[in-house]
């Protein structure tokens, strides 16, 4: 487009600037600055850490299949994927996403790197995020069994509660983090009586009853209080549940738990008293995009702060099995169905050494509103999902 500026007072007219010089300018800006600018300073560089996990791989399926209309070429984003000790997920990655991993078409970076850090070296976290400068962190990363933090809480807070790598993080950095519902305590009213008559809001009192929550809770606090409450967005999320994923991952969701034990008919007992806002992985994918800009800032328009993460029902494990049952095994009788789903109350159980708060089913409507998603019914997704 081409500008042409005139005064005009009465009879006279002044041009300001003579035509040819103008299109000499405009050649000159669109041969150069202007594809710097969309190639290279509009890209968005994003660093997901636990990218090998479970909702990882399900991120990095989300921006990089070319399937996907939502693909990494339409995004915008240069993502680098941090990952532990899985020794399949550098090269699963460099088979699954073959065009993706090569930095010819990107003159600022690869559209995906892989590379393998300890997040409990201090000193290479902190080296590593000032190098890569990233504009937003995805920290996916987690000592997840809950069981395993009860035993050895000092490294669940170290792993659960890096300060380092926030602090590593330069201060216009967008930090995202992946926090739980088991920040709740499950007994809203202090007297044993469950289920909760309303479902947790964000205003709620935390107060975890394990050593994972309180973990979580207390990395929350920490980047709320140091970091600029505008860039720092804390995803309370429920059990993610979804199809497998498609690289090689240690542990997949509940979801595939329970299809396993009724392809083999494996009972297993599933709690009747213990309820959750499963919420589904895709769904997930889609809310963390909300929050990550593609304009090549730090900045977002959207909302930041706490969000519950959860799915539209309040459901229990039991309830759930039996659902998977009858939808992805509906030549089964509901007699079989129920010789691999048993219902048992865990309040019948001997009390075990690890607290698991019987009611954290949350309102995720705060985040539905500010994202403009609304989450999936799990009977829906669950279909989405059958492997059989």
């Given at each position: 487009?081409?500008?042409?500026?005139?005064?005009?007072?009465?009879?006279?007219?002044?041009?300001?600037?003579?035509?040819?010089?103008?299109?000499?300018?405009?050649?000159?800006?669109?041969?150069?600055?202007?594809?710097?600018?969309?190639?290279?300073?509009?890209?968005?560089?994003?660093?997901?850490?636990?990218?090998?996990?479970?909702?990882?791989?399900?991120?990095?399926?989300?921006?990089?299949?070319?399937?996907?209309?939502?693909?990494?070429?339409?995004?915008?984003?240069?993502?680098?994927?941090?990952y532990?000790?899985?020794?399949?997920?550098?090269?699963?990655?460099?088979?699954?996403?073959?065009?993706?991993c090569?930095?010819?078409?990107?003159?600022?970076n690869?559209?995906?790197?892989?590379?393998?850090?300890?997040?409990?070296?201090?000193?290479?976290?902190?080296?590593?995020?000032?190098?890569?400068?990233?504009?937003?962190?995805?920290?996916?990363?987690?000592?997840?069994?809950?069981g395993?933090?009860?035993?050895?809480?000092?490294?669940?807070?170290?792993?659960?509660?890096?300060?380092?790598?926030?602090?590593?993080?330069?201060?216009?950095?967008?930090?995202?983090?992946?926090?739980?519902?088991?920040?709740?305590?499950?007994?809203?009213?202090?007297?044993?009586?469950?289920?909760?008559?309303?479902?947790?809001?964000?205003?709620?009192?935390?107060?975890?009853?394990?050593?994972?929550?309180?973990?979580?809770?207390?990395?929350?606090?920490?980047i709320?209080?140091?970091?600029?409450?505008?860039?720092?967005?804390?995803?309370?999320?429920?059990?993610?549940?979804?199809?497998?994923?498609?690289?090689?991952?240690?542990?997949?969701?509940?979801?595939?738990?329970?299809?396993?034990?009724?392809?083999?008919s494996?009972?297993?007992?599933?709690?009747?008293?213990?309820?959750?806002?499963?919420?589904?992985?895709?769904?997930?994918?889609?809310?963390?995009?909300?929050?990550?800009?593609?304009?090549?800032?730090?900045?977002?328009?959207?909302?930041?702060?706490?969000f519950?993460?959860?799915?539209?029902?309040?459901?229990?494990?039991?309830?759930?099995?039996?659902?998977?049952?009858?939808?992805?095994?509906?030549?089964?009788?509901?007699?079989?169905?129920?010789?691999?789903?048993?219902?048992?109350?865990?309040?019948?159980?001997?009390?075990?050494?690890?607290?698991?708060?019987?009611?954290?089913?949350?309102?995720?409507?705060?985040?539905?509103?500010?994202?403009?998603?609304e989450?999936?019914?799990?009977?829906?997704?669950?279909?989405?999902?059958?492997?059989?």
């Open positions: 487009m081409m500008y042409m500026y005139m005064y005009e007072y009465g009879t006279c007219v002044m041009y300001l600037y003579e035509i040819s010089y103008v299109i000499t300018i405009w050649n000159n800006f669109s041969a150069g600055y202007h594809c710097q600018s969309m190639t290279d300073q509009t890209r968005t560089k994003v660093i997901i850490t636990g990218a090998s996990g479970y909702l990882g791989q399900h991120l990095l399926q989300f921006w990089l299949s070319e399937e996907d209309e939502k693909s990494q070429y339409s995004t915008g984003l240069d993502i680098v994927a941090l532990g000790t899985l020794p399949s997920f550098a090269e699963d990655c460099r088979k699954a996403y073959p065009s993706k090569q930095s010819s078409s990107v003159p600022r690869e559209l995906l790197k892989v590379v393998s850090l300890d997040l409990l070296d201090e000193g290479a976290v902190s080296k590593f995020f000032a190098e890569e400068n990233p504009d937003v962190v995805v920290h996916l990363a987690a000592m997840s069994s809950i395993v933090c009860e035993e050895d809480p000092e490294k669940a807070m170290k792993v659960n509660c890096p300060t380092y790598l926030s602090d590593a993080l330069s201060s216009n950095v967008k930090l995202i983090f992946l926090s739980t519902d088991q920040v709740y305590d499950g007994d809203m009213s202090g007297s044993g009586n469950i289920p909760n008559q309303r479902l947790y809001f964000e205003s709620d009192l935390a107060k975890p009853v394990n050593a994972y929550g309180r973990t979580k809770l207390e990395f929350e606090n920490y709320l209080k140091n970091r600029s409450e505008s860039l720092t967005v804390c995803l309370r999320s429920s059990l993610i549940l979804g199809p497998r994923t498609n690289l090689r991952c240690r542990k997949q969701s509940f979801l595939q738990f329970v299809l396993d034990r009724l392809e083999n494996n009972p297993c007992n599933f709690f009747t008293d213990e309820w959750r806002s499963m919420v589904y992985v895709k769904d997930v994918c889609n809310f963390i995009d909300c929050f990550v800009d593609k304009s090549g800032s730090s900045s977002d328009s959207l909302a930041s702060g706490v519950n993460m959860g799915g539209p029902r309040r459901v229990s494990r039991f309830d759930f099995a039996s659902a998977i049952g009858k939808s992805c095994f509906p030549d089964r009788s509901d007699e079989d169905i129920a010789k691999v789903v048993k219902a048992v109350a865990k309040s019948s159980l001997p009390v075990g050494k690890v607290k698991s708060p019987p009611d954290i089913s949350m309102c995720s409507s705060k985040l539905q509103d500010t994202t403009k998603i989450s999936t019914d799990f009977k829906i997704f669950i279909g989405d999902c059958n492997e059989t």
